[in-house]
C-alpha cells in the first residue's frame, strides 16, 4: 500500500513532469481507440503514482513497467488496473515505461526487468493498489465537490456516481481536483468476487497492429537519415581481430564504411543488404586467443570435474548420505545441452550518438541496465541516454542481456547520424549468449516402495551471480537449485547441492524456463526411472509420495484428461510430469510415438494449471501451448556445439525448431484458484520435457538422460 | 531502376537488381511489415504474395519481379482470403510475440486462396516453413480453419 513517506508517495510532484516529459507512448496505435503519439497525450493532471495519468478530457494512459514480448502482459497488467478502477480496458492507452528503477523496478528483482516468470506475481497487488488509490481520490474529489460522504458514492464505467442525489462525474472532470487529494494510507482493494475483468478471458491489446504489419518493433526503427549496420564478432570469445581485408567489401555498391575495433568488424551503408553484402566479402583474419581449441566435450569434461568437487548444501532433511551409502541404491546423472534462444526478430539496436545525447529505438527486457551500458560505452551519465522501447520480436532471455546494445553503440560512436545495427541470423546464431550446459546427478533409495532416502546434485554456472549480483549470496544461485530444493514429494531423507562451475568461453545466460529446466528434467524422469524400479505406474508411484494438494490435484487431472490408463499401439507410450515452480503448479502428460528409425513423434500434450487466480485464462493457455513448443523443440533438436572454439551451427537448417509437420495436439486445462497468482511464460518450457522423456522412456523402455534425444540410441535399443 | 506494383501502387526503385524484395519493401519503401527472419528461406519470417503466390522475398532478387504483382501483410487484409485469416488470427488470439505472423499470414492467405477446405496435411506442408519461436502453431492451425469455415 503507498504510505506517506514511501519512495513512490515523495516521487508523487515530480510525476507530472515525467508524465509528459519522459514517457515515450508506442510508435503505433495498439488498438484505434489507443492514443498514438507523445504529442498527441492530453495534459496530464492526475498522476497519483508511477502508473496511473489522467488527463482534463478523461483520457487514461497506464505507464506500463513491464515489456511485451508476446506473453501478454500488456493485457493482464491493464486489467489489474482497469479492474480497481473501475474503467473499461478500452478507455485506457499504454505507454512503455521510461528508465527508472526507482519508479518502475520490478518488485521482485528490484531492477527494471520482465524475465523469470515474475510479472504478474510482481505486480497483482501493486497495480491493483495502484488502480484503487486512483479510484479513492477521484471519488474523494467527487465526494467533496457535492459536499457527499465518500462512503456513498460508487464508481461504474469511468464514472462516480451519487445514486442518492442522481449524479455523476466523468474521471477527466475529477481529475485535477484529485490530484489534490491525500493519497489514501490503507485502500482497500476489491473482493476477487467482485472481479468484472480478472478472470475472464480478454482480447490482447497487442494483437491488431500485428496482423497487418503496423507494429513497429526494434528492427523497424528508422529515425531520419539512419544508415544500416551489421557486423561480424570474433566467433571465438576472447578473439581479436588480426588482420583484414575490406578492399573487395568497399566496393560493394552502397557500403560506405568499413569499422575495425579489436573485437569485431562493422560494416556500414545506405541498406541491409549492401551491409550484408559487404560483410559477405570481408576476409577476416582472427587471433581466437585463449579458447581456441575449445570444445563441447572439453566443455563437459570440465564440467564434470567440477561436480566430482565440494558443493553447497541448499538443503538437507533428515540422514540422506547416511542412507545412501552402500549398495542397491539408483543414480543417475544428466546432461543437457548448450541451448540458443534464436528469438525470431534478430538481434539489433538503433543508435544515434552526439556529443552529449545518446537515443536507442530497441526492444529490451532490462531498460535501466541497457540505459546504463550505453551511458558506460559513450562516457555519458545514464540520464544522456534515451531509449525508445520496442515491443520484443520474441525474448526468451536474450533480450536480459545487453551485450548486442554495447556492441550497436560502439559502433554508433563512429558513424555520424543514426545507425540501425542488426545481426544476421548467423551472426545472431553463432556470437549469441547460451543456455549452459548442466549436470544432475541423482541418487535415491528405495524403501517400502518410496524413496527413503534422495539426493540432487546440480552443476552448472550461477548467472544470478552476473545478471543480478545482489541477489546472489556467494554460494546458493536459487535459480538453479529451483525445482532441485523444493520437490511436490514426500522425501524424508533428502539433500540438495549446487556446484558453481562457470563456463571458460561460453557466455551464458537465462533460457526460458531458466533453472527449473534442468532441475525438474532430472527429477521427473528419475521418479520413472525409481517407479520402474519398483514396478510400479508412474502415476501410482507419484500419488503415493506426493505431498501437495495443488501438485495432487494437477497431476489427476492432467491424468484423466490425458485417459492415462487407456490402449495404446506398440512403440508408444504415455508419459507424466509434475512440477512446482515459479508459484505455479503444473502437470503435463505426453503422448509419444517411436518409430524404428528412433524418430519421436509427439502426438498429444495434455497440460493441467494451477496458477492461482488466472488473470487472462485464455492468455495462460496460450503461454502454456506456446512455451510446451519452446520446450518441445529443445527435446527433439536444441544443441549448441563447440568446435575450436566456435559456434558450429548457424542458422533454423542446423538449428532447428519445431515446425507445424511435428506439432502434436494441445490441451491445456486451467484450475479455478483464489490462491495468488504465479508465473506463466516459463513453466510450459519446464513441464514438456521430462513428459516427453517419460513417454519415450514408456514407449521404448530406454530412460532419456540427456537431451536432444538421441534417435540413433532409440532405434537401436528400442524394442518392436 | 525497377519498376514494382506493390499493393496495387506503382512504385519505381534505384536499387541494384540483385537485392531481395525483402529488403526493398524494408529499407526503401518502408514497408517494415515483411520480416527479416533468417535469409536462407529457411524461416518464412520474409513471406510475400507475387501474382498471389507465397514466395520468401529475402530470396527474390528485385530483378527478377517483373511485372508480376507484390502484395504484403500491409496490403493483404484487402484480399478476401487476407481479411478472414487476419479476422481468425483475432478471433482465436493466435498471435504472441508476431514478429513471425505477417510471414504466417500470407502464408495462410495464399493457401486458403487455393484451397477452401485445407486439412491438416494440407495446412503442415502450406506452413511448415514458417517457424514461430513463441510456439503458436496449434492456433494458426485453428486459424486457418476458422477461416476457411468462416
Known sequence: ?720 | MFKLTVNGLDQEVDVPGDMPLLWVLRDVLGLTGTKFGCGIAQCGACTVHVDGVALRSCQLPVENVGSRKVTTIEGVGETDPGARIQKAWLDLEVIQCGYCQSGQIMAAAALLATNAAPDDDDINAAMAGNICRCGTYVRIREGIKHAARG
Not at chain 1, 474503467?87 to 520482465?114: E, V
Not at chain 1, 533409495?445 to 546472489?472: S, T
Request: include cysteine.
Open chain 1, 1 to 720: 500500500m503507498p504510505r506517506a513517506g514511501d519512495p513512490i508517495a515523495l516521487a508523487r510532484r515530480d510525476l507530472l513532469r515525467a508524465g509528459t516529459a519522459t514517457v515515450f507512448v508506442l510508435g503505433v496505435e495498439l488498438t484505434t481507440s489507443r492514443i498514438a503519439s507523445a504529442s498527441a497525450q492530453p495534459k496530464v493532471v492526475f498522476a497519483p503514482d508511477a502508473f496511473i495519468r489522467i488527463g482534463g478530457d478523461g483520457a487514461v494512459t497506464l505507464i506500463m513497467p513491464q515489456v511485451e514480448m508476446g506473453q501478454g502482459i500488456y493485457t493482464g497488467l491493464t486489467m489489474l488496473i482497469a479492474e480497481e478502477l473501475d474503467l473499461a480496458t478500452d478507455r485506457i492507452a499504454l505507454a512503455a515505461a521510461p528508465a527508472s528503477d526507482k519508479l518502475y523496478g520490478n518488485p521482485i528483482f528490484k531492477i527494471q526487468a520482465t524475465g523469470g516468470s515474475t510479472s504478474m506475481r510482481a505486480y497483482f497487488v501493486p497495480l491493483r493498489t495502484a488502480g484503487a488509490t486512483a479510484r479513492a481520490m477521484l471519488v474523494s474529489a467527487a465526494a467533496r465537490g457535492w459536499k457527499v460522504a465518500p462512503e456513498t458514492c460508487r464508481t461504474e464505467a469511468g464514472y462516480v456516481h451519487h445514486d442518492a442525489t442522481g449524479r455523476r462525474a466523468d474521471y477527466g472532470s475529477l481529475a485535477a481536483l484529485a490530484m489534490r487529494q491525500p493519497i489514501p494510507v490503507d485502500v482497500k482493494l476489491k473482493d476477487p468476487t467482485s472481479f468484472r475483468l480478472i478472470g475472464k478471458s480478454h482480447r490482447r491489446f497487442d494483437t491488431p497492429p500485428k496482423t497487418n504489419g503496423s507494429l513497429k518493433y526494434g528492427i523497424d526503427a528508422m529515425p531520419e537519415g539512419m544508415v544500416f549496420a551489421t557486423l561480424a564478432a570474433s566467433p571465438v570469445p576472447g578473439g581479436k581481430l588480426k588482420a583484414l581485408h575490406d578492399e573487395q567489401a568497399r566496393k560493394v555498391p552502397g557500403v560506405r564504411d568499413v569499422l575495425r575495433f579489436d573485437d569485431m568488424v562493422a560494416v556500414v551503408g545506405r541498406d541491409s543488404w549492401a551491409v550484408q553484402r559487404g560483410l559477405a566479402a570481408l576476409e577476416i583474419e582472427w587471433e581466437d586467443g585463449e579458447h581456441r581449441t575449445l570444445t563441447t566435450e572439453k566443455l563437459r569434461a570440465g564440467l564434470n570435474h567440477s561436480a566430482a568437487g565440494r558443493a553447497e548444501v541448499a538443503k538437507e532433511v533428515g540422514r540422506p548420505l547416511e542412507l545412501l551409502e552402500g549398495d542397491g541404491k539408483i543414480s543417475v546423472r544428466y546432461d543437457l545441452p548448450m541451448l540458443a534462444h534464436a528469438p525470431m526478430e534478430p538481434m539489433n539496436c538503433t543508435v544515434h550518438v552526439t556529443a552529449s545525447k545518446c537515443e536507442m529505438w530497441v526492444g529490451t527486457q532490462v531498460m535501466t541496465m541497457a540505459q546504463r551500458a550505453a551511458a558506460e560505452e559513450c562516457g555519458f551519465q545514464p540520464e544522456q541516454v534515451d531509449i525508445h522501447n520496442h515491443l520484443i520480436g520474441g525474448g526468451f532471455g536474450r533480450r536480459l542481456e545487453i551485450d548486442h546494445i554495447r556492441k550497436a553503440v560502439r559502433i554508433a560512436r563512429r558513424v555520424p547520424g543514426p545507425v540501425k545495427v542488426f545481426y544476421t541470423r548467423e551472426e545472431d546464431i553463432t556470437n549469441a549468449m547460451y543456455r549452459s550446459i548442466y549436470g544432475v546427478w541423482l541418487s535415491a533409495r528405495l524403501q517400502d516402495g518410496k524413496p527413503v532416502a534422495w539426493r540432487h546434485r546440480v552443476v552448472g554456472p550461477a548467472i544470478i551471480a552476473r545478471w543480478l549480483p545482489p541477489g546472489f549470496d556467494g554460494k546458493i544461485d536459487n535459480d538453479a537449485v529451483e525445482g532441485a530444493a523444493e520437490t511436490p514429494y514426500t522425501l524424508p531423507n533428502f539433500r540438495a547441492e549446487y556446484v558453481r562451475h562457470e563456463l571458460p568461453g561460453v557466455p551464458t545466460c537465462f533460457w526460458r524456463g531458466v533453472g527449473p529446466n534442468v532441475n525438474v528434467f532430472a527429477v521427473e524422469t528419475f521418479v520413472d526411472r525409481l517407479a520402474r524400479a519398483g514396478d510400479t505406474d508412474p502415476l501410482i508411484f507419484r500419488r503415493r509420495i506426493i505431498a501437495d494438494s495443488r501438485a495432487r490435484a494437477v497431476l489427476d487431472l492432467a491424468a484423466s484428461k490425458a485417459g492415462w490408463d487407456g490402449p495404446l499401439p506398440v512403440r508408444t507410450g504415455r508419459g507424466i510430469s509434475l512440477q512446482m515452480a515459479f508459484g505455479s503448479y503444473l502437470s503435463a502428460v505426453a503422448e509419444v510415438g517411436v518409430d524404428d528409425n528412433g524418430e519421436v513423434h509427439v502426438r498429444r500434450l495434455i497440460c493441467a494449471v494451477d496458477c492461482g487466480v488466472a488473470v487472462n485464462p485464455d492468455g495462460i493457455v496460450s503461454q502454456i501451448q506456446g512455451g510446451m513448443i519452446f520446450g518441445l523443440s529443445a527435446v527433439l533438436h536444441g544443441n549448441i556445439t563447440i568446435r575450436d572454439g566456435r559456434v558450429e551451427q548457424s542458422n533454423f537448417h542446423d538449428y532447428r525448431v519445431v515446425r507445424m509437420d511435428e506439432m502434436p495436439e494441445i490441451e491445456v486445462h486451467v484450475v479455478r484458484s483464489a490462491e495468488a497468482p504465479g508465473g506463466i511464460g516459463e513453466p510450459g518450457t519446464v513441464i514438456v520435457q521430462p513428459a516427453v522423456a517419460n513417454a519415450i522412456y514408456a514407449a521404448t523402455g530406454i530412460p532419456v538422460t540427456r537431451l536432444p534425444v538421441d534417435r540413433a540410441l532409440l532405434a537401436r535399443g528400442g524394442r518392436t
